[in-house]
């Protein structure tokens, strides 16, 4: 449970070109929308297992599973595939607004609505929402094998509308208790649902790059609700015109769900054939279609569905690769106030400012290394840099340097921190449990693992600030350190590439693997 995890989408309307060739029939027998741009054809390569590729070369991992062109041209193959995963991408927006909002606002909360100065309740009214996630990751598995996954979005749509409404209005501690639980059993249905979508909407080849749009919107909703959050030092009342704000891109997203497409390989699972068939040539392109249709029919006959499957094979090999491996906290946002109040800089607003821009910058350098450098050597790389990062800041803290140069060099271990993290450990797992996942658990292991991830957060929030008080903040920082250490090398050893691979050689090839070794 050593990995760190964000996830995380841009809020902005549904662009023309997308909205232009709508057909309200897509609801009910999803049609996807051609964009007029001609797919370059996609040339794979069924790579073998970890194991089989060692016995034959010893740098499997850098084997490229795609041709490259030797022509100029640019790639224009995501496109298709790109307005489908913004949408989905706005669940992430939201999760990023939400994880923000309280952040200023929580004083002029707890003050109108009478429980100011006790830490208890205001921790309450904050960490409810991490309990309302946990309820929504458990389920979502089940909701999105039974309803699909456009329908699901809509659904969950429900309670982040209907909590930020309930949120705004409130006027005793009940109220926006049940307002920020209702809003957090959303957001754990999306933190699970999303990475799903999109990595079996997205082609193969850019399936990493358009993975990260999660990322990206998590860190566009942190820096928005920063800046909004600014009047709220001088309007005690501005904290409810933020929630009522956080309702709309709810809206959106229930309303950009009505047109874009259904996963395929969820309608091949309930049968739809056709549909599938149709997404796949849109989306990926002539060339792909018998082989995407021949491949998922091919694991569903050897798998069945979610459904069938039961909670104890999570333990099992190769399910467990990826239900043990990725699931762990997503502490870094509370570490980084704490740390740039110990070097002297006071204002929370500030810092926090200075920590959404570098997220934000090392989600979108992660958007592009992510299928040209593969999956493993960003969470190796990541994980080293934040170890370093860590020991950086305990270097600051413990030693006697100039006071102005341990000032610096801990603000630099902090932002640095953030940055690897954002370029590695918060994409990569994000994206790599589904790829890791076969189909018929892919949906009890996203919800596990995210279960799993809410629950650490709950504990890294209550129990930090007393490691903290016991222990001080260099050797807190020193543990965080060792375990992205020791992170990195688990990852070396034991993480499979997935780049370039359809989610379905990686099952045949994980699964192959368990057979020979049985």
Same mark, same amino acid.
């Given at each position: ?12 309307p549904v662009p023309p070109f997308f909205t232009s060739r709508l ?7 999803? &049609?996807?929308?051609?964009? $007029? ?7 794979? &390569? ?32 995501? !496109? ?15 999760? $990023? ?11 002029? +909360? ?25 309820? /929504? ?8 094998? &039974? ?7 809509? +659904?969950?749509?429900?309670?982040? +509308? ?23 059993? $959303? ?34 909703? %942190? ?9 709220? #030092? ?44 149709? %997404? ?20 569903? &006959? ?10 104890l094979e999570l333990l099992e090999e190769p399910h467990s690769r990826?239900? %043990? ?36 910058? /090392? ?54 921190? %953030?940055?690897?993290?954002? !370029? ?8 790599i449990i589904p790829e890791l996942s076969s189909n018929k658990t ?61 989610? #379905? #050689? ?13």
């Amino acid at each position: 449970m050593w990995v760190a995890t964000v996830l995380h989408q841009p809020v902005v309307p549904v662009p023309p070109f997308f909205t232009s060739r709508l057909n309200p029939k897509l609801f009910h027998e999803p &049609k996807p929308l051609r964009f $007029g741009f001609p797919l370059p054809p996609l040339k794979l &390569k069924v790579l073998a297992t970890k194991k089989q590729l060692q016995t034959q070369e010893s740098d499997s991992e850098d084997l490229p599973t795609h041709k490259k062109s030797n022509d100029r041209s640019f790639d224009l193959g995501w !496109i298709p595939a790109f307005p489908h995963v913004l949408i989905a991408s706005m669940s992430n927006f939201l999760f $990023g607004y939400h994880i923000g909002v309280m952040n200023g606002p929580i004083i002029s +909360i707890a003050r109108e609505l009478g429980f100011e100065g006790d830490s208890i309740l205001e921790g309450l009214v904050v960490s409810i929402f991490i309990a309302g996630a946990f309820f /929504g990751s458990i389920s979502c598995g089940s909701l999105m094998e &039974k309803l699909g996954c456009r329908r699901t979005f809509q +659904i969950d749509t429900m309670p982040l +509308i209907l909590g930020a409404i309930v949120s705004a209005q409130a006027h005793s501690l009940e109220e926006i208790l049940l307002g920020r639980f209702l809003v957090g059993l $959303g957001i754990g249905v999306n933190t699970v649902l999303v990475p799903i979508y999109i990595s079996e909407v997205a082609p193969t080849k850019y399936r990493g790059s358009l993975g990260t749009l999660s990322q990206i919107g998590t860190c566009l909703g %942190i820096i928005l609700s920063l800046f909004l959050g600014v009047p709220a #030092e001088h309007d005690l009342h501005w904290w409810r015109t933020m929630f009522y704000i956080a309702s709309i891109p709810g809206l959106l997203l229930a309303l950009g769900m009505q047109f874009a497409v259904e996963s395929p390989r969820w309608l091949c699972r309930v049968g739809n054939i056709k549909a599938a068939e149709a %997404i796949i040539l849109n989306l990926w392109g002539r060339s792909e279609v018998d082989k995407a249709i021949e491949e998922f029919q091919s694991v569903i &006959k050897n798998d069945g569905s979610d459904a069938e499957s039961r909670w104890l094979e999570l333990l099992e090999e190769p399910h467990s690769r990826g239900c %043990i491996k990725f699931a762990g906290i997503n502490g870094v946002l509370y570490f980084s106030s704490l740390t740039f109040q110990d070097v002297g800089i006071a204002s929370g607003a500030l810092a926090s400012l200075f920590v959404g821009l570098t997220n934000f910058a /090392g989600a979108l350098c992660a958007s592009y290394f992510m299928d040209t450098q593969g999956r493993k050597k960003l969470l190796i790389g990541s994980y080293l840099g934040m170890a370093v990062s860590m020991f950086l800041i305990v270097l600051a803290i413990n030693f006697p340097l100039d006071e102005d140069f341990s000032h610096n060099l801990s603000i630099l271990g902090t932002l640095m921190y %953030i940055f690897t993290f954002a !370029i590695g450990a918060g994409p990569v797992t994000g994206l790599i449990i589904p790829e890791l996942s076969s189909n018929k658990t892919r949906g009890k292991i996203m919800s596990f693992s995210f279960s799993v991830h809410w629950v650490c957060n709950f504990l890294v929030g209550l129990l930090f600030l007393d490691l903290v008080e016991i222990f001080g903040v260099a050797p807190v920082y020193a543990g965080f350190g060792g375990v992205s250490l020791l992170s990195a090398i688990f990852a070396y050893y034991f993480l499979v590439e997935t780049k370039g691979r359809s989610l #379905e #050689e990686i099952e045949m090839s994980l699964s192959s693997n368990v057979t020979a070794k049985r």
